[in-house]
């Protein structure tokens, strides 16, 4: 093992490489940014809508559907399950990998969440969370504006050349954008933007 540590800096990659210095510094900085700005009010704004709309509701609608590919889904699915077990807030993401499948075999890759989101009868008194790092994922996209065909609210996390979905009603729509080409920064940016809202609706 000792051997192999000497190994290990002496080859290329000892030292860390400079640029790698900078990724938590990054991180740090989306983050002020966000608390510096109004990106801040967009949390708040969501945050209160959860709050006052969708904790501790009973009955029907009233949920909260996140959806990301990737890296993105697996944030979803840790928000979903925060949501629903710390903050009695119903939470849905597509995490069954065979239903997953049937629909994109069935309807495409860009029209599968679309398909689950009819499934489950998604109305305007749910809410969407579309998390994409490129902000450019055409069925992250589809599936926030069947979520606007329905009247419902969204919450868009893009990153890299994501643009605001919904410009023109912004109002329904809220939107941040994490400028940054690093897939790891942009994720763990997302991820701490909605485990900030989860810490705030904590009542368990």
């Known amino acids: ?10 080859n290329n990659d000892w030292p860390p490489k400079e640029e790698n210095k900078s990724f938590y510094k990054d991180i740090a900085d989306k983050l002020r940014h966000i608390e510096d700005s ?17 904790q501790k509701h009973i009955g029907i609608g009233k949920r909260v559907f996140i ?23 119903k939470a849905l993401t597509l995490s069954n990998n065979s239903l997953l499948t ?23 008194t749910d809410f969407l969370v ?3 790092s490129s902000g450019l994922s055409k069925n992250i996209l589809f599936a926030l504006e069947h979520a606007s065909d ?25 939107y941040i954008h994490i400028d ?15 485990h900030g809202i989860v810490e705030d609706l904590v009542i368990e």
Not at 1 to 10: L, P
Not at 150 to 174: Q, V, W
Request: net charge negative; hydrophobic share 35%; aromatic share 8%.
């Open 102 to 124: 049937a629909l994109t075999n069935d309807y495409t890759q860009e029209h599968a969440l679309v398909e689950w989101m009819k499934m489950n009868n998604f109305s305007k």
């Open 38 to 54: 109004g990106d801040r009010d967009t949390i708040r704004k969501v945050t209160n809508i959860w709050r006052h709309e969708y």
């Open 150 to 174: 329905c009247l419902a609210l969204t919450f868009s996390i893009f990153g890299m050349n994501g643009l605001e979905p919904f410009p023109r009603h912004s109002h329904d729509h809220s």
């Open 67 to 89: 959806v990301g590919n990737g890296g993105s889904c697996a944030i979803s699915e840790h928000i979903s399950t925060d949501l629903n077990k710390r903050c009695k807030v």
């Open 180 to 194: 940054s080409f690093n897939y790891g920064v942009i994720e763990l940016t997302s991820e701490i933007i909605l």
């Open 130 to 132: 579309g998390i994409s």
């Open 1 to 10: 093992m000792v051997e192999e540590g000497r190994q290990a800096e002496h």
